[in-house]
């Protein structure tokens, strides 16, 4: 279950400030993981691929490593 808070609502502390972001960012990961409800559209042609996309993996891993920043800057130490 979601429950939306208003930044109003919102504590100023650091620690839930972080707490939050990790929560979203743990979202995003999670859902990137699903497999689609819709079939994904068809491969692009050969001269057309991306070779710069990122895997999910490795979307999870810059996303570990950005939430290690901000703990870090935030002075929490990271998992």
Do not use: C, N, Y
């Not at 994904?40 to 939430?67: C, G, H, Q």
């Amino acid at each position: 279950m979601v429950v939306a808070v208003t930044m109003a609502e919102q504590s100023d502390d650091p620690d839930a400030a972080a707490d939050r972001l990790e929560a979203a960012l743990e979202r995003i990961a999670q859902r990137l993981a699903e497999p689609r409800a819709v079939a994904p559209p068809p491969p692009a042609p050969p001269m057309e691929v991306d070779e710069t996309a990122l895997s999910a993996d490795e979307i999870a891993e810059r996303l570990d490593a950005l939430i290690g920043r901000l703990r870090a800057a935030l002075g929490r130490r990271s998992d």
